[in-house]
């Protein structure tokens, strides 16, 4: 019976940690819409116009993951500058929160230039898939040059 419990919890454990970060995708469709959750990234003071993708991570003062995924796409940043991050307090924002069901931190929303959303993440990112996905989706700066 002991036995089994440490199995059924090492491959909950094992399923969780396989889905932390990961990226779910918006939708299947072919044509990407805009987004009905426009108006609350609108609230936020996002602008997805601004650049080829703008990542808004939602994050609270306590939250470690919150603070490492923050310095990793403010690095990314500073050379893609198709890149737009906007970092926001989800204490500060509960209506906001409730409507964008983030129920744990950190959560990034994925958002192409016209505002269509791309996905979503909750939990820390693995920098790899991080980086690959910002690469996929915004410019890099040219190679000793200035933008």
């Known amino acids: 019976m002991v036995a089994a419990a440490v199995v059924l919890t090492a491959a909950v454990a094992w399923w969780l940690r396989t889905r932390d ?13 805009v ?10 003071g996002v602008d ?22 923050r310095a990793r796409l403010q690095q990314l940043q ?3 500058p198709g890149l737009a991050y906007v970092h926001v307090d989800a204490e500060s924002h509960l209506d ?9 931190t950190p959560t990034l929303f994925y958002l192409r230039r016209d505002g269509s959303l791309l996905g979503r993440s ?8 991080l980086t690959a996905l910002v690469d996929a ?9 200035l933008s």
Request: charged share 20%; aromatic share 4%; proline share 14%.
């Open 96 to 104: 906001e929160v409730r409507e964008l069901d983030v129920r744990r």
């Open 48 to 69: 997805p116009s601004a650049a080829d993708l703008t990542v808004v991570q939602f994050s609270t003062a306590f939250c470690g993951p919150c603070r490492t995924t």
């Open 78 to 80: 500073t050379h893609r």
């Open 21 to 33: 970060g990961a990226l779910k995708p918006a939708g299947a469709a072919a044509q990407p819409e």
């Open 137 to 145: 989706h915004a410019a890099p700066r040219p190679v000793g040059g």
């Open 35 to 44: 987004s009905p959750l426009a108006p609350v990234f609108g609230r936020l």
């Open 122 to 129: 909750s939990g820390a990112p693995r920098p790899e898939e």
